[in-house]
């Protein structure tokens, strides 16, 4: 799988968005960006995936560039419970026979 | 039914102890997962088990011995651990065949070995 290279952290102010950058360079066309995130001891939680196209859920939106080699996550209107630390990944959808690889992430601090 | 619940939540054991953490899901996914998270490291995969059968061991010491005995229940058994065994151990399901490889996580077993 690709590897992901993420800032370690991040602040931003309750109430506005938060947009998480992810660098991802050497992805191959099958496989797709995740985004997980983990809230302090907790297991961690799926956001959302794309592959080529933006994508948006009641969670997050996910914007890809067109080369695909970079991508940003925004939560719009962060909130304090969306501290926590923030997984881009990027792997083939398809299969259980490969699991997710964890880099380091992002932790992102919500101000008050 | 969407959750992954895993049991106990918190577990010390002495390194001569056998003990086992339990992992269930009811949401009919054929592919499980044991991860190992340290203190502010991210989760690191030990074991996947698809349709019951081990697929991938990333090299885990023989002391972790997973076990997959149907497919909603996946134990890990526990023996002559190490105090840096000590960790929050996570286990995660999928559905093989969707389409949109998302895993699911439950809240994990924090273990202490002294």
């Known amino acids: 799988d690709a590897k992901t290279t993420q800032p370690p952290s991040m602040d931003c102010a309750e109430g506005r968005a938060a947009n998480l950058p992810c660098n991802h360079s050497t992805i191959s066309g099958n496989e797709y960006v995740y985004w997980y995130r983990q809230i302090h001891s907790q297991g961690p939680q799926y956001i959302i995936h794309?592959?080529?196209n933006n994508e948006t859920n009641e969670m997050a939106s996910l914007i890809i560039t067109e080369d695909r080699k970079s991508s940003t996550l925004i939560l719009p209107h962060a909130t304090l419970r969306d501290t926590a630390v923030y997984y881009c990944i990027v792997r083939e959808a398809d299969t259980g026979r490969r699991a997710l690889t964890f880099g380091s992430g992002t932790r992102l601090q919500v101000q008050p | 039914d969407t959750e992954v619940t895993q049991t106990p939540k918190h577990l010390v054991m002495g390194m001569t102890n056998k003990k086992s953490l339990k992992c269930e899901q009811h949401m009919g996914h054929r592919a499980m997962y044991w991860y190992k998270q340290k203190a502010k490291k991210p989760p690191e995969l030990m074991f996947v088990y698809s349709y019951e059968k081990l697929s991938i061991n990333e090299s885990v010491p023989s002391r972790f011995s997973p076990e997959c005995p149907n497919s909603s229940l996946l134990n890990l058994h526990l023996h002559a651990l190490q105090p840096e065994d000590s960790a929050l151990y996570l286990c995660a399901s999928q559905n093989p065949r969707g389409n949109t490889g998302e895993l699911f996580f439950g809240e994990g077993s924090r273990l202490t070995v002294l």
């Open positions: 794309g592959l080529k």
